[in-house]
């Protein structure tokens, strides 16, 4: 997530403008201040689902390219997007059924067989 112009509208102008008058730290002031976010992190690549990690997958196929469990970068994007969709669902109705119509709408993932020999190596 970048933004220089942090807000389209004249309104959000005012009012960032006008928190920063008064002292009032918004939510991207703080943004500023996670600067630069971690790279792993942006694009998905980290896994901290168990404690065997936390494990993160070189993009650029120099480094690894397989968590401790196996999951390649496929598998812990799909799972950390799924996790992030289960966990918005939690907060409401509407949400949920937005979520819901995302994973009917996502393509089939077949399931990761931990106890297949061509996993654990
Ligand atoms: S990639 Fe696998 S081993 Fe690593 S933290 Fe995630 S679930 Fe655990």
Redesign the pocket.
């Known amino acids: 997530m970048h933004h220089d112009i942090p807000t389209i509208t004249e309104d959000g102008r005012l009012m960032i403008k006008k928190a920063a008058a008064d002292g009032v730290e918004t939510v991207w002031d703080r943004y500023k201040a996670q600067l630069p976010q971690c790279g792993f992190c942006e694009l998905g690549l980290s896994?901290?689902?168990?404690v065997?990690?936390?494990?993160r997958i070189d993009p650029f196929g120099e480094g690894p390219q397989k968590?401790?469990?196996g999951?390649d970068a496929d598998i812990?994007v799909a799972r950390n997007l799924g996790r992030m969709i289960a966990a918005g669902a939690a907060l409401t109705p509407i949400t949920e059924e937005i979520s819901l119509k995302c994973f009917e709408a996502s393509p089939k993932i077949e399931p990761l067989d931990t106890r297949s020999p061509a996993k654990t190596n």
């Not at 896994?47 to 168990?50: D, L, T």
């Not at 065997?52 to 494990?55: E, R, S, T, V």
């Open positions: 896994c901290r689902n168990c065997m990690g936390p494990c968590g401790v469990c999951a812990i």
